[in-house]
């Protein structure tokens, strides 16, 4: 693969994966009982003004914006009610891990496919950028990586 193809798959998993897993582990827009939907959007509203959009990338950022934000909410719901749902199981005398375990994997499945919307808006979202936008994405990631201390493997 050449150089462009790496950056780009780095790029969208990295966008995807900000989204995806924000809950993850306790950080920015996180708090006691997951991640706080308002405090990720400010973030990306943040980090997308650094870029200065023109009219049309306003737009198609802010449609983008509105489908996470309609994704975190719905997310958020629905992960209250599964967390409902595994605590009834717990409580019961004889819980089903099993059941359990299902209920988990059908998290980690819909996580999924949110993780392939997400870079395929990504990249449709980045391809719309000027080179001196692109080349600002591309450092900030650069930037992140190297904060969530990103080090080569120890060779054996």
């Not at 193809?5 to 966008?15: C, G, Y």
């Not at 990306?44 to 996470?68: F, G, P």
């Not at 949110?114 to 719309?128: G, S």
């Amino acid at each position: 693969m050449n150089l462009k193809t790496v950056s780009i798959i780095t790029l969208s998993v990295l966008f995807a994966g900000t989204f995806l897993f924000a809950g993850c582990r306790p950080g920015p827009g996180h708090g006691k009982k997951g991640p706080d939907p308002k405090r990720i959007l400010k973030h990306m509203d943040k980090k997308v003004k650094d870029l200065e959009l023109n009219e049309s990338q306003q737009a198609e950022y802010l449609k983008i914006r509105n489908s996470i934000e309609a994704d975190m909410d719905l997310l958020h719901k629905e992960r209250r009610e599964t967390g409902t749902i595994i605590r009834s199981e717990l409580d019961r005398k004889n819980p089903d891990m099993t059941k359990i375990a299902g209920i988990f994997k059908q998290g980690r499945d819909k996580h999924e496919k949110y993780m392939d919307k997400y870079m395929d808006m990504f990249i449709d979202f980045y391809k719309k950028l000027n080179p001196d936008q692109q080349k600002k994405v591309i450092d900030e990631m650069k930037k992140r990586m190297e904060k969530h201390g990103r080090r080569p493997r120890p060779r054996n």
